[in-house]
């Protein structure tokens, strides 16, 4: 006799659900039906998912190991942690780490300049991959269209250190515009090492950087539009601005609302290298964000209890920051990241 | 250039890469303090000054062209001499495990490597290291998650001024205190132990007690140095005043021409500054033994503004991120840059083996004042080992007594070279070559073993002579000035907690002063938030810890 397993497994595209399943398991289907409106045994949601189950072990276990389990590391920022003591040794502290950073003027200006970069880069860097991807989805030639992705693309696979050396090489005292400008007899203009165009200097490096890559997103949920809308639009006499504000734009708000929500979260994570390469520059009063800021004082400094602190700090703000997001989402009558349970 | 010379100075190559790395981030006070601490009660820093050093026995198996001296000056060499036998037996049994570092690119593995195996042979047993690279947040990182996971290896490199916080504390709960093995005559056991100077052994105590041998580097600080070419324009690299330097400075600065008079590394450079003015050397012993900090001197605050000036005229290259400098300095595009001791001018020679360098020699700010030159750590720590019985303490000893063979012995060229005719063949001038396996082989372990385990360093440039002359010459002309930082050798509980958190603050301001983006006034506050931090109380505990015998500063 035929298995279920084996028999779905013939079959895959066969959705699951209690109603296709052959009469040949009766106990388990019974069961089932007689719960009717209720929830079925776990038996029996087990038999009936339980490949899907299955799949989902190594993606389980790699959240545990990596991102979970270290989470109860975070213990260190009530102790004062000491390496080669373990955290079953280090002394408890309390809260001191906390108030510690509460009086160091140096995490304050961490946090704001965090916020200020993060606003520039909600302002100017989020709506590029937008524009970018429209530009792209309008391209007819699919030749242009890939060479135009793939030059976009490209500058997202460089790591930082090369593209603050390539904006060095360009926009350094000794780059090329500032030698060209001295050889015409203008003074030499401090891109790189201006602290108060700095968080500007930045959100075009991120631009330069990644705008290509979160096109990618944008470009995918494009793709989903049902073109016959844009034909009967068309049809109607819609030109093509006319498309784009009433088909493009509403296709693209739900990703464009869940982009934003997750960004809103992570709007304390303005980036790492790309600050920390550029610390002595322009000096740590426009550059230190709570990412150095947690490293120079964790890693560097033997302050790991404090920068973990910090971390801690960040990591609670952003859940928070979700949260609230996510809220105005379901307000405005968008799904959001995660919706509340439906009936 | 022949690789010769290339392997011969890759020792101190890297030595004086391992120190600038960490002087960029820490300089003065915690280049030389940096690190280690006393135990939790506050005493054993005291202690750390009483205990017995090992007795010093000079290696006297071949005789130097330049003879060294105690007061810091490095033995020179101008060719190789024939090897002497310094170790009679093998010094190992079985296996024996440990963790180092690497600033070369790593050698293949034991497996793969005849180089690594006929080492083995030699050593008797099985040297079985575990190799940090070079990279990403480097030793400290990998050196806090094996002390955190709890299955140390044998022995393990401790460097105290690469940030490996609470040494007291740490050596005290999982090494092995070995002043029973090393104090006094003991370790006339070990005779290459033996060979060590005392200023070395200092930095290889703590709460009182030795916790292995030292690993020493050049006992020489950093110094100004440059293309002779670049500066033939202006007159050489000399100076009388600070006035004069500033001229020349600017005169070398012509950024049309894409040239500039001096690497953008502002602490560093300002050290050089604060030596013309007669600063001390991280701290300054006053007349009734009190400890005043080199930043809370006005020589600081004037090195300040005379930097900033410098800023201000456009004299610094203005990336600061440039990592070249070195190759800037030998096709003139750069003209000054700081490196540590004079001996590391062989590097340009590694980049080109005709770039003429030259250093400068610290001169009376206003042309009146006693400058100052201020002399390094003298070593890169040193290598305790995991408590264990007395068997294996005698074993690892005899191991490390192995590994610090001077310069000159048939351990040293079997630890640097290997075996001639397969590793290393001999120019020539009888100067030892790497063959082509050779160059894959050792380099990554020879640098490896080195920062573990050292004999006190040499001038050697085998195909420059020349350059070793005038690096012995130098540094008999930097001793007239020099200064050792008097906290050497003791432990701050304070510093090493909170020691680089605290420096940062005075680093972050001091390069704000300089590119201009604060003012001198506003030294004022970094300075009161330096010893609201820690920094009185890293005084504190430094005097009470200071030796009798450490001269009051300008006496």
Redesign the interface.
């Known amino acids: 006799m035929i298995s279920t397993t084996s028999e779905e497994r013939q079959a895959p595209s066969r959705p699951y659900c209690v109603a296709s399943r052959p009469p040949g398991k009766p106990l388990g289907a019974r069961k089932a039906r007689k719960s009717a409106a209720g929830r079925q045994s776990l038996r029996v949601r087990w038999k009936r998912d339980r490949q899907m189950l299955l799949m989902m072990v190594p993606g389980l276990v790699f959240l545990l190991l990596f991102f979970y389990i270290p989470i109860l590391g975070n213990v260190i920022a009530f102790q004062d942690y000491?390496?080669?003591?373990?955290i079953l040794n280090s002394d408890w502290v309390g809260l001191q780490n906390f108030v510690d950073l509460y009086f160091d003027?140096?995490f304050w200006v961490a946090l704001r300049n965090t916020l200020v970069l993060a606003l520039w880069q909600l302002v100017l860097f989020f709506p590029v991959p937008l524009g970018l991807a429209l530009i792209v989805d309008s391209l007819m030639s699919t030749k242009i269209r890939r060479w135009f992705q793939s030059i976009v693309y490209l500058p997202h696979f460089l790591s930082w250190v090369l593209v603050?050396?390539l904006f060095?090489q360009v926009l350094?005292?000794?780059?090329l515009v500032?030698?060209e400008l001295?050889?015409l007899g203008l003074g030499?203009i401090p891109f790189?090492?201006n602290?108060d165009t700095f968080p500007l200097l930045a959100t075009v490096q991120l631009v330069w950087k990644d705008a290509g890559w979160a096109m990618i997103i944008f470009l995918a949920s494009l793709a989903s539009i049902d073109g016959s809308l844009y034909e009967a639009a068309a049809t109607d006499g819609a030109g093509r601005w006319r498309r784009m504000w009433h088909i493009t734009l509403p296709g693209l708000r739900s990703i464009i609302v869940l982009l934003l929500i997750l960004r809103i979260g992570d709007i304390l994570s303005v980036g790492f290298e790309q600050f920390l390469?550029?610390h002595?520059?322009?000096?740590?009063?426009a550059s230190e964000v709570l990412d150095t800021f947690t490293y120079?004082?964790g890693?560097?400094?033997?302050?790991w209890s404090m920068g973990a602190a910090a971390g801690l700090a960040k990591g609670v703000v952003g859940a928070i920051l979700i949260f609230a997001a996510n809220k105005v989402a379901h307000r405005m009558g968008e799904p959001g990241i995660f919706s509340k349970k439906v009936g | 250039m022949n690789r010769t010379s290339q392997a011969g100075v890759s020792r101190r190559n890297f030595l004086g890469l391992a120190g600038l790395s960490v002087t960029a981030v820490a300089m003065g006070a915690s280049l030389a303090g940096c690190g280690s601490s006393g135990s939790g009660s506050g005493g054993g820093a005291a202690a750390s000054a009483d205990v017995k050093l090992p007795t010093y026995k000079e290696f006297t198996g071949i005789t130097a062209e330049f003879a060294g001296n105690a007061k810091g000056l490095q033995a020179g060499f101008l060719k190789m001499p024939s090897p002497v036998q310094t170790v009679k037996a093998p010094p190992l049994k079985g296996t024996v495990t440990g963790l180092t570092e690497t600033f070369e690119t790593m050698s293949p593995a034991m497996a793969d490597n005849p180089f690594w195996q006929r080492l083995n042979a030699k050593l008797g047993g099985t040297l079985d290291l575990q190799i940090a690279e070079d990279v990403g947040d480097g030793y400290p990182a990998k050196f806090a998650t094996i002390l955190a996971s709890d299955t140390l290896p044998d022995m393990m490199w401790v460097p105290p001024n690469q940030g490996i916080p609470n040494i007291g504390p740490m050596l005290e709960a999982k090494f092995q205190d070995l002043t029973k093995y090393l104090s006094g005559d003991a370790v006339l056991e070990y005779p290459n132990l033996a060979a060590l100077k005392p200023d070395s052994w200092k930095t290889a105590v703590v709460n009182g007690k030795i916790w292995g041998a030292p690993i020493p580097s050049t006992p020489f600080g950093q110094v100004m140095a440059g293309n002779k070419s670049t500066w033939a324009q202006v007159g050489g690299l000399t100076a009388s005043t600070a006035d004069e330097f500033f001229q020349k400075a600017k005169e070398l600065t012509r950024p049309n021409e894409g040239k500039y008079a001096l690497e953008p590394a502002y602490i560093n450079m300002l050290h050089m500054i604060t030596e013309w003015l007669g600063a001390p050397n991280g701290w300054a012993v006053n007349k009734d033994r009190t400890l005043t900090n080199r930043y809370e001197t006005p020589q600081y605050e004037a090195g300040l503004e005379y930097a900033a000036k410098l800023f201000a005229a456009g004299c610094f290259y203005p990336d600061a991120n440039a990592t070249d400098i070195s190759n800037r300095i030998v096709n003139g595009s750069v003209a000054a840059q700081v490196i540590v001791g004079p001996h590391n001018i062989a590097r340009y020679r590694n980049l080109d083996k005709n770039a003429q360098t030259e250093i400068l020699i610290p001169f009376g700010f206003d042309g009146k004042t006693k400058p100052t030159y201020d002399m390094g750590y003298g070593t890169v720590g040193f290598t305790p080992f995991k408590k264990t019985d007395e068997g294996k303490i005698r074993e690892l000893l005899a191991l490390i007594n192995y590994l610090s063979a001077p310069f000159g012995s048939v351990e040293y060229l079997q630890k640097n070279y290997g075996e001639l005719g397969k590793d290393f063949t001999l120019d020539p001038n009888g100067n030892p070559v790497m063959t082509e396996s050779g160059q894959t082989d050792i380099p990554g372990l020879a640098s490896a073993l080195n920062i573990m385990s050292s004999p006190e360093n040499v001038i050697f440039n085998p195909a420059f002579p020349d350059d070793t002359k005038y690096i012995y010459q130098q540094e008999q002309k930097l001793l007239e000035f020099a200064w050792r930082n008097p906290t050497n050798g003791t432990y701050s509980d304070t510093n090493s907690k909170v020691g680089s958190k605290i420096t940062k603050i005075i680093t972050d301001k001091t390069i704000d002063i300089i590119t201009g983006r604060a003012k001198v006034s506003d030294f004022k506050d970094a300075l009161k938030r330096w010893k609201d931090g820690g920094g009185d109380k890293i005084r504190e505990e430094y005097q009470k810890a200071l030796p009798s015998d450490v001269p009051v500063f300008g006496a």
Do not use: E, H, K, Y
């Open positions: 000491q390496p080669f003591l373990g003027p140096d603050i050396a060095q350094g005292g000794a780059g500032n030698n001295r050889q030499a790189m090492t602290p390469l550029q002595d520059a322009v000096g740590p009063g120079f004082a890693v560097v400094g033997g302050g």
